[in-house]
């Protein structure tokens, strides 16, 4: 858990909270995106034990905290419970969403209107998703890799092998989905 002391002096902090069941480019460009604007990004990975993940708590801080390896102003946690209390804990003043299509406003739209009334210091900022990732989400990764279909180019190289090792497929196979499969 990171504490308020820890990050004192690292200028503007945005959380990017969510599930990253698992980690996407999707993901990535959203951190990349807002590092141009934040000092420092905290990458915080929701223990939610009501919603069923595919990579355990362990499994999804192992590989982001191994993809932002070289990032610094990147820091990779976890929370549990509201995460307006979590904030609260940091210095962070801001929350970071990506969104997609229409369909994640509604959600995005109630979520943040519900931490801004828990706490009203706090803000949600929202960055479109980019042209090359619109369509590309955790739960699609996940169906499409279960079912062998390729996902290269959509998630890291360590996203890719750790989807092969859970879904016990080859990890050299490569495959397109094709209508008739
Ligand atoms: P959650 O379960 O909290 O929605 P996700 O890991 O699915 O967590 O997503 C975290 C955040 O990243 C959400 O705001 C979601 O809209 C955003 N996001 C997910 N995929 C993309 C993408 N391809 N482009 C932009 N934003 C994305």
Redo the contacts with the bound molecule.
């Keep these: 858990m990171l504490t308020k002391g820890e990050d004192n002096h690292m200028g503007k902090v945005a959380i990017?909270?969510?599930?990253?069941?698992p980690l996407?480019y999707?993901?990535i460009?959203?951190v990349e995106r807002a590092l141009e604007i934040f000092d420092k990004v905290i990458l915080a990975i929701?223990n939610n034990s009501e919603?069923s993940s595919l990579f355990t708590i362990e499994e999804r801080l192992e590989m982001a905290k191994t993809i932002f390896q070289d990032t610094p102003n990147v820091i990779v946690d976890c929370f549990k419970g509201l995460l307006v209390d979590y904030v609260a804990k940091t210095n962070a003043k801001v929350i970071l969403?990506?969104?997609?299509a229409t369909s994640?406003f509604e959600y995005?739209f109630h979520m943040a209107s519900m931490n801004r009334s828990l706490n009203p210091q706090l803000d949600t900022l929202f960055?479109m998703?980019?042209k090359d990732?619109?369509f590309?989400?955790?739960r699609t990764i996940k169906e499409v890799a279960g079912l062998g279909g390729s996902v290269d180019g959509l998630v890291p190289d360590l996203v890719v092998r750790r989807l092969k090792e859970k879904f016990k497929l080859p990890v050299t196979k490569k495959k397109q989905i094709g209508w008739d499969d």
């Design positions: 990017y909270p969510g599930s990253f069941d996407t999707g993901h460009d959203i929701a919603k969403r990506g969104l997609r994640d995005e960055m998703t980019s990732y619109f590309v989400s955790s």
